[in-house]
């Protein structure tokens, strides 16, 4: 199993016991909702099943007050009227004589999880808990949080399994300010957290939840916010938030353990809060799904971060101020990256190695628009409910159309790769395409006409119309080298005549673009170990392999996703020809992160005879093992640094998911 989901159902048993139109929607329902749509789903058959179990009062003592958790513990005996008195003294709290033992479980669940993961029983998993964790601090509870779980498991992992890098990615909607005033001096454990802040008029209400609060003494650089100030960021805006601030901070931090903070308050269909019941649930499935390795979606929407002018307003009980923010800037999100980047620069040397002159915004916080809250009943939350209501229809329709295919990764090679050992779970395709098919193809070069290079183009070309016809997701296909271009030729033209309506070609060593390949935006080339860089038209792009690991990051994450995920593909072809001068472990990160743009749909071909370690990782890396390690980070050199700066020069303008900074304005 390579998925643990722990859980228990006693979790469920404490709920609100007096009438409070904020706390009450933090309900039971959330996880049993959830839970019956893993089983639905097929979900929790295919994970490793653990039952949560009470943490002790030492590992609460980890992060927690002695004053603190006793007081936690009192509450089991208190009276209903006493219960409420003491929920009055916290922000967004309630009490239940079930809470100490749900808190405890909820550690626990964080706790095992961890064991689980260190011990290599699993690779990764998720824990279903409540009540939830990141709003807690060392002596309060906050915000329907009374032990910080996620805190106490880093605290953990470093005192149990002797960690030294740990990274908390916190994706709930509200900023977690109780792991950030835990770890603010901690340089070990880097909080990042993405929020809706609005300047400040949006809960918790805090000037510590902008980006300029980076950390204290040894901590600095390892606290990064990146608030949203405005509402309804979309996928582009979080792309954008993932490729230029999260992943190469990530990168260069390189933990040794990622804990995720998984509030679902931002998903699509959410109002407000985490609390829309289907929402939630289809949620919890789709990050399931992700861990056990299934491809994810892929992503709809406009590409191009909040290029919306005016945002819409959607109300929030407790927090939200409709009417009351700043005026709509159409570069929202670009401007909360960039004052995130420029903040964090002097931590990071990946921050300053793209090219970017960053000015970090002044601060914009303030407090005097705050305005009363918005009902849950009233006539704003209600329209703001149906609009999210028929978002989350749109995308449920999305998944219909889009279920997981039979085969996540097939491979065909040939007999000179017969020694390749490979996961059970993956196909080794024997069949080949009609020989008449094959035949016709091969017409077009003089290289496919001999019988090894005909054999391979059988075999691939039967791959890729598995591909095509959604019976398989990702593929690995060798074919002799003489006959590699003339191949790759055959594919493009193949996936553009059957379906493919934008075929994202990775070529990496020296390959050339097809000569008689239509410029029409159907075909984006992306050569890297291109002789220089240049982008000779929008969908022509070449960039010399970098030198460093931290140049080749930088390029992955600055040049060649931003491109991938602007074209929105249905196909990813990533071609590794003569001289490609790809360690293993960047060819399998770069495989595994192209997945995402195509929604899994990805053919590497590779030549024939030296491929059998390569192919091996591919594959297991997409039945959902992590990529083995790139190495130590080590900073790009001027040069490639230089190639990457004029590169996006040139083209900014048209790919909107390359900028990291808000246009300049005159
Ligand atoms: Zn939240």
């Not at 190695?353 to 809250?373: C, D, F, K, M, V």
């Not at 978002?391 to 017969?418: C, F, G, K």
């Not at 005909?454 to 019976?471: E, P, S, Y």
């Not at 935006?521 to 982008?535: T, V, Y």
Request: proline share 7%.
């Amino acid at each position: 199993m390579r998925t643990a989901l722990v859980h228990h159902e006693d979790m469920t048993a404490a709920r609100l016991l007096w009438e409070d139109p904020e706390c009450e929607i933090e309900r039971p329902e959330r996880l049993t909702t959830a839970l019956e749509r893993l089983r639905q789903w097929g979900l929790e058959q295919r994970c490793l099943q653990l039952a949560a179990r009470e943490a002790s009062e030492a590992e609460l003592g980890l992060v927690h007050s002695p004053e603190y958790v006793s007081l936690v513990r009192g509450t089991q005996t208190l009276s209903t009227r006493e219960l409420q008195a003491l929920s009055g003294q916290y922000d967004a709290v309630y009490f239940h004589p079930s809470t100490f033992h749900c808190a405890r479980l909820a550690v626990g669940a964080a706790l095992q999880l961890v064991d689980a993961v260190l011990t290599g029983a699993v690779h990764n998993g998720l824990a279903l808990v409540r009540p939830p964790g990141h709003h807690s601090q060392r002596a309060a509870a906050n915000g329907f949080c009374v032990f910080n779980n996620v805190a106490i498991a880093a605290k953990y992992a470093k005192q149990r399994h002797g960690l030294h890098r740990i990274l908390i990615v916190d994706w709930d909607v509200h900023h977690g300010q109780g792991i950030q005033y835990i770890f603010e001096d901690d340089p070990s454990v880097l909080y990042f957290s993405w929020h809706r802040y609005e300047h400040g008029h949006f809960w918790p209400y805090l000037r510590e939840s902008d980006a300029d609060a980076v950390g204290q003494g040894q901590g600095r650089g390892f606290t990064v916010n990146l608030p949203w100030n405005q509402v309804g960021m979309g996928n582009a805006d979080y792309v954008a938030a993932f490729l230029h601030v999260l992943l190469p901070v990530a990168f260069e931090f390189d933990p040794e353990l990622v804990l995720i903070s998984a509030g679902f308050d931002s998903a699509i269909g959410d109002p407000e809060g985490g609390y829309h019941l289907e929402s939630l649930s289809q949620s919890v499935c789709m990050v399931v799904k992700a861990l056990l390795g299934d491809p994810a979606l892929p992503l709809s929407g406009a590409m191009e971060p909040h290029h919306r002018f005016g945002a819409r307003k959607v109300g929030r009980a407790g927090g939200a101020t409709p009417g009351l923010t700043a005026p709509a800037s159409p570069h929202s999100a670009l401007e909360s990256i960039q004052s995130v980047r420029a903040a964090q620069a002097p931590h990071w040397k990946s921050l300053r190695q793209q090219g970017s002159t960053p000015i970090l915004n002044p601060s914009t916080y303030s407090l005097e628009r705050r305005a009363s809250p918005v009902s849950p009943g009233g006539p704003k939350f209600k329209a703001a409910e149906a609009q999210a209501s028929a978002a989350l229809s749109s995308l449920l329709d999305q998944l219909h159309l889009n279920p997981t295919l039979p085969v996540r990764t097939a491979v065909a090679l040939t007999a000179l790769d017969a020694a390749l050992v490979l996961p059970a779970d993956v196909l080794r395709q024997e069949g080949s395409a009609p020989q008449e098919e094959t035949r016709a193809w091969a017409r077009l070069h003089e290289a496919l006409a001999q019988d090894k290079a005909l054999t391979a183009l059988g075999k691939v070309l039967h791959l890729l119309n598995g591909i095509l016809d959604g019976q398989v997701s990702s593929g690995i296909a060798a074919t002799p080298e003489p006959a590699l271009a003339p191949t790759l030729d055959v594919v493009i033209r193949r996936s553009l005549s059957h379906g493919a309506r934008r075929l994202l070609c990775v070529a990496v060593g020296q390959l050339d673009r097809p000569t008689d390949l239509a410029d029409d935006g159907r075909n984006l080339w992306l050569n890297i170990r291109g002789k220089e860089a240049a982008a000779p038209s929008k969908f022509q792009v070449s960039v010399p392999l970098p030198g460093t690991t931290g140049g080749f990051v930088s390029c992955v994450l600055a040049l060649v996703l931003p491109l991938a995920y602007g074209f929105q593909p249905d196909l990813v072809l990533v071609v590794l020809g003569p001289a490609h001068g790809l360690q293993v472990p960047q060819a399998a990160l770069l495989a595994s992160l192209l997945r995402g743009p195509a929604g899994g749909r990805v053919l590497v071909l590779l030549e024939q005879g030296s491929t059998s370690q390569l192919a091996g990782v591919l594959a297991r890396v997409w039945q959902g093992e992590a990529p083995p390690g790139l190495g130590p980070f080590s900073m790009a050199s001027p040069e490639d640094t230089q190639a990457l700066i004029s590169l996006r020069g040139q083209l900014e303008a048209e790919w909107k998911m390359l900028p990291v900074a808000a246009p300049q304005v005159p």
